[in-house]
Structures are given as C-alpha cells and as structure tokens.
C-alpha cells in the first residue's frame, strides 16, 4: 500500500511537472511569437523607410535634371534673344552706313 501511495504521489509529481512543462514552453512560445512579431514589423517599418529614401532622391534627382534643362533653354532662349538683338542692330547699322553713303553721294554730285 505503500508503495502505490508513492507510485501516485509520484505520479502526480511527473503530472504537475508535465503541466508545468507544458505551460512553461507554451509562455516561451508566446514570446517568441511576439519577438518574431516585433522583429518582422521592425524590419517592414526599416524597408518602408528605406522605399521612402529612395523615392524621396529620385523625386530629388528628378527635379534637379528638370531644373538644369530648364536653365538650358532659358540660356538657349537668352543667345537666341541675343542673336536676334545684334541682327537688327546690325541692320540699322547698315541702314544708317547706306543713308550716310547715299547722303554724301549726293552731296557729291550737288558740288
């Protein structure tokens, strides 16, 4: 009779020993689950910031091309301008020489 008091008692020991196994390891699960979770939305929010970054320069890069191309019509834009600015100077000028030479032709022929 002894021994089987000791055999359940036993028993009852591996029992709660098991049950408290188990509930260890089912607690250790849960933190790992939460670790895993941390660590997967730590890494989602570090690839969305890196997404972002490269979003933000390109976006930079692209404004900055548009920028330069715009300065380079407004510089082609400018010469053209210029161009056209010393052409009719040059005009008036020939204008003015032609007025003079077909004055002092006159002039001449009136002597």
């Given at each position: ?66 920028a330069h191309i715009e ?41």
């Open positions: 009779m002894r021994e089987r008091a000791l055999r359940e008692a036993a028993q009852k020991r591996e029992e709660a020993l098991a049950r408290f196994r188990a509930k260890t390891e089912q607690t250790n699960l849960k933190c790992e689950q939460s670790y895993m979770q941390a660590e997967l939305k730590r890494r989602q929010i570090e690839a969305n910031a890196a997404n972002e970054i490269e979003k933000q320069q390109i976006e930079a890069t692209m404004k900055m091309q548009i300065a380079m019509e407004r510089k082609e834009a400018e010469a053209q301008i210029e161009k056209e600015n010393e052409k009719q100077f040059l005009a008036t000028e020939i204008k003015a020489k032609a007025e003079l030479e077909i004055q002092l032709a006159n002039e001449c022929q009136e002597k």
